[in-house]
């Protein structure tokens, strides 16, 4: 847009950051090619295929991913004969699906929940203004942070968006705790305006899916119901808390949390 100035994107945020998480940003047009790569399936409204960035950084991925879940969505209302009510309920509920579609891991708190200096906006927060504003431009709706829609949204993110590391052990080979990191899986019922909400651990989804995995007798633990009901009523779901990050980690200013 002429005479707007727009700041050019930051691949490195310090020197600091670099040495200490190895931390090198994805510039949004490679971001685009490689999802360019993927096939037109991978967008459709529902069920929503589900993706797990393991180093997302501030979230340049997630966003790019949900900015096209949410096209697909409209793509799909665009081609329905629906009252102006229905419509809205249904992007409602497919954009919250959307949401719980994309996981992602980071060792960096300041990237996954921001609110520092040079940090200010997190992943979570970029996700939630992504939604905030579709939400606005396709049904009107305005939210403040109370606005039952959004804290619905805030539920999934708190959820799905963790600080952890997924290597699996340190450098003095003691586990990272990321076996322990809780997944909650959705499956929504979009004709009844339902969710279901099962947990599990990101360890017993990697022993359930891993063929090279040593066996064993049992086998992983199955999923524990954690919620179900009404859309509208899913942010009630009792909070699944992880674990705080194992360390010692860098914190990106040439020093070591103990």
């Keep these: 847009?002429?005479?707007?100035?727009?700041?050019?994107?930051?691949?490195?945020?310090?020197?600091?950051?670099?040495?200490?998480?190895?931390?090198?940003?994805?510039?949004?047009?490679?971001?685009?090619?490689?999802?360019?790569?993927?096939?037109?399936?991978?967008?459709?409204?529902?069920?929503s295929p589900t993706f797990l960035e393991p180093a997302c950084g501030d979230g340049n991925f997630l966003v790019a991913i949900l900015e096209r879940k949410l096209a697909g969505i409209k793509e799909f209302l665009n081609g329905e004969v629906l009252s102006a009510e229905i419509s809205n309920d249904l992007a409602r509920l497919f954009a919250l699906e959307a949401l719980?579609?994309?996981?992602?891991?980071?060792?960096s708190e300041d990237n996954v929940i921001g609110g520092t200096q040079g940090h200010e906006v997190g992943a979570r927060t970029r996700l939630l203004n992504m939604f905030a504003e579709w939400i606005l431009v396709e049904c009107g709706q305005k939210f403040n942070k109370s606005s039952a829609p959004l804290t619905r949204a805030q539920w999934i993110v708190d959820h799905n968006i963790l600080v952890g590391n997924m290597l699996p052990t340190l450098q003095d080979g003691k586990p990272t705790g990321r076996d322990e990191l809780p997944l909650v899986e959705y499956t929504w019922f979009p004709d009844q305006f339902r969710v279901e909400l099962v947990k599990?651990?990101?360890?017993?989804?990697?022993?359930d899916s891993d063929p090279n995995a040593e066996m064993t007798l049992f086998g992983?633990?199955?999923?524990?119901s954690l919620w179900s009901g009404p859309v509208k009523q899913m942010h009630k779901a009792a909070a699944v808390l992880a674990p705080r990050l194992k360390g010692p980690a860098r914190n990106g200013q040439g020093r070591v949390d103990k």
Aim: aromatic share 4%; proline share 10%.
């Design 1 to 47: 847009m002429s005479g707007v100035d727009i700041e050019p994107e930051r691949l490195v945020k310090s020197a600091e950051r670099v040495r200490d998480l190895g931390e090198v940003f994805t510039p949004r047009e490679t971001v685009d090619a490689m999802l360019d790569l993927l096939p037109k399936e991978m967008w459709i409204h529902h069920p």
């Design 100 to 107: 719980s579609s994309i996981y992602a891991v980071d060792i």
């Design 200 to 207: 599990t651990t990101l360890g017993a989804v990697i022993a």
């Design 220 to 224: 992983p633990p199955d999923p524990e």
